[in-house]
């Protein structure tokens, strides 16, 4: 059964780095054609794509948001991180990351609230 | 590639059958899913490319389209439904989701 998890913290300060980590269970984040991507979704508003990390370890960033975004993984603790820069109270809403076998986003974590004030 | 949903929100009563469009700024073949949201909860896929019921979805929702256009419509509306529908593609990146329609239960 694939799950996936955020956590991290749930109130940063305004210009502070956000650190989030999605551990992944029942696949490997380097298995051929896997990808792990965060998406955020402010209060009452549509989801919006961030990042992604593929198999291969390959990064793709919305590009608004480029220069503030990281996503790396560490294949051996089977988690995706992601990073983003100088937050801001726009920032704020549910984080989530979610899994990809064929493009289709095919099952999210449950997400975590991130409060930036 | 920008995706506009429409209508914003509806309300239906139980039995109807309702249908929420998509509208593609760009070409996106049948790189298209629909997503259901309920308070509280992460989305979760209903069908993909276009039409394909994703496992464990009821067979009452189906979608349709091609181009730049596409619909998903759900007949027999039942009080579960309450929810909010996104379409989004995955033909390119970044990948986008429409604004979302609210479905509400008269």
């Known amino acids: 059964q694939i799950t996936l998890k955020e956590s991290g913290p749930t109130l940063v300060r305004p210009t502070e780095t956000l650190t989030l980590t999605c551990s992944c269970s029942g696949f490997s984040v380097n298995s051929m054609s896997v990808g792990v991507h965060w998406v955020r979704q402010p209060p009452r508003k549509a989801p919006e794509w961030l990042a992604r990390i593929s198999w291969t370890g390959a990064q793709l960033y919305n590009a608004p948001l480029q220069k503030r975004l990281t996503v790396t993984r560490d294949t051996s603790a089977n988690h995706v991180v992601l990073t983003m820069t100088d937050m801001d109270p726009l920032d704020t809403g549910t984080y989530f990351c979610?899994?990809?076998?064929?493009?289709?986003?095919?099952?999210w974590g449950p997400g975590i609230l991130v409060a930036v004030s | 590639i920008q995706l506009t949903q429409s209508p914003s929100s509806l309300s239906a009563s139980m039995g109807d059958t309702v249908t929420i469009t998509c509208r593609s700024s760009q070409g996106i073949l049948i790189a298209v899913a629909w997503l259901q949201q309920k308070p509280g909860k992460p989305p979760t896929p209903l069908l993909y490319d276009v039409s394909k019921l994703e496992r464990g979805v009821p067979s009452r929702f189906s979608g349709s389209g091609s181009g730049t256009v596409f619909t998903l419509t759900i007949s027999r509306l039942q009080p579960e439904d309450l929810a909010t529908y996104y379409c989004?593609?995955?033909?390119?990146?970044?990948?986008?989701f429409g604004q979302g329609t609210k479905v509400e239960i008269k």
């Open positions: 979610v899994y990809t076998s064929a493009a289709v986003f095919e099952n």
């Open positions: 989004q593609q995955y033909n390119s990146f970044p990948r986008t």
